[in-house]
Structures are given as structure tokens and as C-alpha cells.
């Protein structure tokens, strides 16, 4: 039902977390499970947990990273009991599930859950473009992670469908966080020739990746920073090569 929308568990240490999450996903019409260095898969106790949604657990994806398992995701979303990043947007699990309804019909989108004990480090949160926690007990709110996953599906499975015109959708065309990732890489190439970027700064370059997948240029918007950035190293360059000449 929802091809689009992953579910991706980083490092997931119980296996039988790994057949609760299936079965959970499964119940809600959700069949695309990634797993980033699970600690053991397969294992006969997921496949016991998962019960009839054995097939969701042998289709998973194994990655490396959650890098690999988000780059073609225009839509990234952090699940945490606790705003740890405080930079992004946060969702709650309504509003997630709406934004994921409505931007999987442009593209591929993503749902990500932490470790059992540590959940998503800071800089997994930087592949992501917003986060979702889900209230409770403000003295004990952090779920078993099968949980967590199952409300959020739930509310993915009831989140009333959008059906967006073809222009809406081209608007909505954003770019992966590859494109994004590959602009960010030439924007700290062009930085650091500068001179603005130096060992003490690449915290600035941190904080530049946030803001940029926080603001989320679309296609259009990515392709004019771009070569924004291509002229000024042009420019950069030709700077640089006169400072030299007038050395001579
Ligand atoms: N000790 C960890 C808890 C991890 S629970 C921590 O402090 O972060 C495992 C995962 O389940 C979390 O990383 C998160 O993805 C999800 N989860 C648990 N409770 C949640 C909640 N209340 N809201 C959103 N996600 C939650």
C-alpha cells in the first residue's frame, strides 16, 4: 500500500525486534524494512516475532550506514523519545504521517528508529530533515522500538490520503539527499579554498548541512545554488590566480 515510505531500523541489537517491527509494519500496509549493521539477522527469533510477516523481514534491506540506506530520500524522519536536535523541525506522530502520505507520492521518504539503548546518534539526526517523538508519561516516555514503529504506522495507515495534482507534484519534486549532499560537498570544496573554512570551522559546515536540509530547496531552488557556487569559485580562482600574478 505504501511502496514509497521505508521503515529503517539503525542498529537494532534484540533480533526479535527485528520480527515485531515486520509484523507491526505489516498490519499497517507497510512492507519496506531497511536495516542499518543489525546485530543479528537472520535469526530464528525474528522470524518467530515477525509471525505472518515473514515476508517483510526476508525482503529487508541490509545497509552499511544510515547514509546508504537514506540517499535517494527526499523526506527524512528521525524518531526519538527525547529532542536531542534541536535544529530540526518536530513532528508529531499525525503530522509526520501526513507529510510522509503526501511527499511519498513524489518520491521516496523514510521513517528512521534509533538503538534500543542509545537511540540515533547526532549525526544520524543530520540525515534527517525532521524529527518525531511521541508524547507520553513525561516521567518514562520512550517505547520498546516495535511500539514505536507500530503507533507511527498506524497513523500512516489512517492519515488521510492526499491526491495532489500533477503540478503540485512537480513542485513537490524535491531533490534526493544525495543531490543535497553533493552540493554541500562543493560548497565545503569552495569554502575551504576560500579561506573560510579551517580545522576551527568545520563545525560551520555542520551547521550549514542542518540549515540546508532543514530548509529543503527543491530541484529548481538546488540547481541555482549550484552554480552560485560554481561562479564564485570561477571568480575565487581567478582572484587567486591575479594575487599570484601580481606577486610575480
Ligand atoms: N535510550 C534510547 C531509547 C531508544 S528506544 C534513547 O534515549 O534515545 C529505541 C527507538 O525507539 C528510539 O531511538 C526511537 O526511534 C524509538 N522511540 C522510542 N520511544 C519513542 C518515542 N516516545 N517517540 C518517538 N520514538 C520513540
Redesign the pocket.
Known amino acids: 500500500m505504501f511502496p514509497n515510505i521505508r521503515i529503517i531500523l539503525v542498529e537494532t541489537y534484540h533480533p526479535g525486534n527485528l520480527g515485531s517491527t515486520a509484523r507491526a509494519m505489516k498490519t499497517m500496509g507497510l512492507t519496506q524494512l531497511y536495516l542499518v549493521n543489525p546485530v543479528s539477522f537472520p535469526h530464528p527469533e525474528a522470524t518467530q516475532l515477525a509471525a505472518g510477516a515473514e515476508d517483510v523481514l526476508n525482503q529487508a534491506r541490509v545497509c552499511d550506514n544510515l547514509q546508504q540506506a537514506v540517499k535517494d530520500c527526499s523526506l527524512v524522519i ?5 529532542l536531542r536536535h534541536l535544529a530540526l523541525t518536530n513532528f508529531n506522530p499525525r503530522q509526520a504521517a501526513e507529510a510522509l502520505q503526501a511527499e511519498s507520492q513524489a518520491g521516496e521518504v523514510a521513517l ?9 546518534h547526532n549525526d544520524e539526526l543530520a540525515f534527517c530533515t525532521h524529527q ?5 508519561n513525561p516521567d518514562y ?5 516495535a511500539q ?1 514503529v507500530q503507533i ?1 504506522c498506524y497513523e500512516i495507515f489512517n492519515a488521510k490520503p492526499t491526491t495532489p495534482s500533477k503540478k503540485v507534484l512537480a513542485a513537490e519534486q524535491l531533490p534526493s539527499l544525495e543531490a543535497i549532499q553533493g552540493f554541500e560537498d562543493h560548497l565545503a570544496k569552495a569554502l575551504a579554498a576560500s579561506g573560510f573554512l579551517n580545522g576551527a570551522s568545520d563545525r560551520a559546515l555542520k551547521e550549514l548541512q542542518t540549515f540546508f536540509r532543514r530548509a529543503r530547496p527543491n530541484q529548481h531552488e538546488l540547481g541555482i545554488l549550484r552554480s552560485l557556487v560554481s561562479r564564485l569559485e570561477k571568480q575565487g580562482n581567478f582572484y587567486y590566480q591575479q594575487q599570484k600574478d601580481n606577486h610575480k
Open positions: 528521525g524518531a526519538s523519545a527525547r528512521v528508529f534509533g538503538r534500543e539503548r542509545s537511540g540515533l518525531v517523538s511521541i508524547d507520553g516516555s520512550i517505547l520498546n522500538i514505536a507511527l
